[in-house]
C-alpha cells in the first residue's frame, strides 16, 4: 500500500456479536485494506473497528459496511451507556502515509454521498470536514442522542449536509469527516495533590486558553500515588508534543513538582515522536523521506 | 514484505556504466527485493548498492550478483581512490525489521558459502560476523588492497573464512558481515576554532576513550564560517542518539561553546529517533509495536 487513510467507525452494536462479526467482515479479505482492530463493549453496546487502506478501496469497504450495519441495528431498540445518534454512528478519515487531509476530506464526502444515496442515511461532516463552525464537534453534534434528532433536525442549522432532512427510522443519523491522528499523551506529576493536575491541564488545554489542539483533565494515579495531566493532542503537526510536554514541565516548576515520566497510550504516529527527536536533538533541514522506514 | 533486511554492497567497477547496469540488474523485477538506490564514483571507481528484501529473496539475488561481478570484474585491471580488495569488495547486511542481528548474521554465512563455492571467491567474515577481534574492522582486513591480499593470506591469522585459501585471481577476496545500521550525525558549534570540534570528537569517539560505537572526527564548515563533530554510530541501540549529542554539548561548554544545530545526513533508522524522544519526553514503558507505521 502507497497511499494509506485510516478509517476508525463507531458501530451501535456490542452486544451481538453474530451481527458485529458480519459488519466486520465487509472489511476483512479484500485487496489493498487491513484489518488492524475491532473490539466490543457491552456496557457500552458499541463496536470500535480500526482499518487502514488505499483510499479507493477504503471507500468501497466502508459503504459497504454502513449498508449491513443499517441492515442489521436497529436503533429504537438501541441502548447504552455511551451517547450515540446512530447505527453508523461515527466515520473519521485519518490521513496517514502519501495522503493529505483534503483527500481524507474527500474520502469522507465520497463515502456520505454514496452510502446516503444507497440506504437512505443522513450524514453530517464534522471535524476538518465541518461545514460550519458549530458542526465541528461531535459531541455537539450528537448532543440529544437517536431519540432527540428528528426534533434537532427540524432546526435550520441542523440540516444534514448529505442524504434526507430527517433521521432513517431505525438507522439515525451519522457523523463522518476528516480528523488529523490521535495522540494520547499522560505526563505523570511526583505529588499526589489532584488539584495541581487539574490546574496544569486547565492551563494547557484549548478551552483555557491554551494549546489549539490539546483536550486534558487531571488524572489520580491511585496505586503509584500520583497525579497525571492526561491529554488528547487532536494534532500534533501544530500542537507538538515537546512543546506540551515542556509547557507542563514548567507550570509543575511553580508547585515544586517535578515530572516523573509520560505515557503514550496506544498508537502514535511516528512523525509525532520524530518532530520532538528533531526539536531536542536541533536537527537542520531534517526531512522524513530520510526515515529508512518511510523507503520500504 | 514482512522481515526486511538491508544489504549494501560495494562493487569494485565505477567507470563501464554498462557493466554496472548489468550487476545492478540482479536486484530488479524480483519479488520480495526493492533496490532503493545506487551510485558509481569515477574517482574511487566504484559502485554502492542500496537494496532491501525479505532474507531468502535477498541472499539468491546477493549471490547471482557476486557470480555477474567476478565474471565483468578484472582485478589485475582495476585502479581507483577508493582502498578495495574483490571485484565485490564488501557486502554488509543489516537487519531493518523483524530481523535480528543473527539472522543477518546466518544471511551473510550463507550467501558467504553458495558464492565461494559456486565462483571460487575466498570471503572473509567482518563486522558482527567476525570470527576474531582483529578480523572485525573492514580497514584492517583490507589493508594490502587487492595487490597485497595473495601475500598477506600466507599468514595463518589471514584464512578465510569460506572458500579457497588465497585470493580469486581476478575477483580478489570479499569481506561480508552483519552490521547494524549506520547513523551518520553530525553536531555543528558556534565557533570557527577547528581544535575544539577536534578535542570533543576524540572525548566521545571509541578509539579515545568515548562511546564504544561512534566514530568522530572535527570537519570545518568553511561557508558558515562554525566547525562541526562529524560522526558515525554505528550501532544506535548502544551508544544512543541523544546521549552522544549531550555529551557533545556538555564539553562543548568547557569553552563556552553552543551547539547550534546538527545534521542526520542520509537514512536513519525510524528506532534511532524515536529512542530519543522516548528520552527527552520521559516516556515509561513504550513499545515500538506502538508506532502507528510499524503496523501497516
New interface residues.
Partial sequence: ?NR?V?CVPNFSEGRDLYKVEQIVQCFRAKENI?L?DYSTDKDHNRCVVTV?GEPEELKNAMVEAIGKAVELIDMTKHEGQHPRMGAVDVVPFIP??NVTVEEADKLAKDVAKEASEKFGVPFFLYEKSATAKHRENLATIRKGQFEGMAEKMKESKWVPDFGPKTIHPTAGVTAIGARM?LVAFNI?LATNDLSIADKIARQVRHIGGGFRFVKAMGVELEERGIVQVSMNLTDYTKSA??RV?ETVKMEAQRYGVN??????I?????QA??N???Y???????SMD???????
Wanted: glycine share 4%; proline share 5%.
Fill in positions: 500500500m494509506i485510516e487491513k488492524l487502514v496517514i502515509k491522528p505523570n508534543v515537546y510536554f515530572v516523573v515520566g509520560s505515557e503514550v496506544g498508537l502514535v504516529p511516528m515522536l520524530i520532538s527527536a528533531e531536542y536533538l536541533r536537527i537542520e533541514n531534517f530520510q526515515v529508512l522506514e518511510t523507503r520500504l
